[in-house]
């Protein structure tokens, strides 16, 4: 059907026409209300929305004078974290007269990095940005 009489038909019955697939040969166009049409596009932005998985950031904090118990727990903490799919930022804090090692924080990151390699891979190389020294690791 011609463009010009599918407008006739549409102002006869008071709705819109509506170009429902541009890149179909010929153009596929609807007569309804485009608020109607509106209203269903957004429904099912909002349903393909939702069943999408958001990607999680998660964030662990450590010091450079931290114990081996306390940092194999925080390495568990992580490689969990990476289980389930989730980027792991891990922040390292220094306080003080501290500043003054960075390289004992340094030596940390690297041994974290070490220890979650089997799980996880660096996305962001450790970086010191003002007292925080930190670091992202993405599951493979």
């Known amino acids: 059907m011609t463009v010009q009489r599918a407008l006739e038909i549409a102002n006869q019955l008071g709705v819109d026409l509506v170009e429902v697939a541009p890149a179909a040969t010929p153009p596929v166009c609807r007569i309804i209300e485009f608020s109607k049409f509106k209203y269903d596009l957004e429904k099912k932005e909002h349903e393909a929305k939702k069943h999408q998985k958001q990607g999680r950031f998660k964030e662990i904090r ?3 004078n931290i114990d081996d118990h306390d940092f194999e727990t925080k390495v568990k903490q992580v490689v969990s974290f990476l289980k389930k799919k989730d980027k792991v930022r891990v ?3 220094f306080r003080g007269r501290q500043m003054e090692h960075v390289d004992l924080g340094r030596n940390v990151l690297n041994k974290f990095i070490a220890a979650t390699q089997g799980d996880g891979k660096v996305e962001k190389a450790p970086l010191l940005e003002g007292r925080i020294m930190s670091f992202v690791i ?3």
Do not use: C, E, R, T
């Open 62 to 64: 450590l010091k450079p």
């Open 91 to 93: 922040n390292l804090f």
């Open 138 to 140: 993405a599951p493979k």
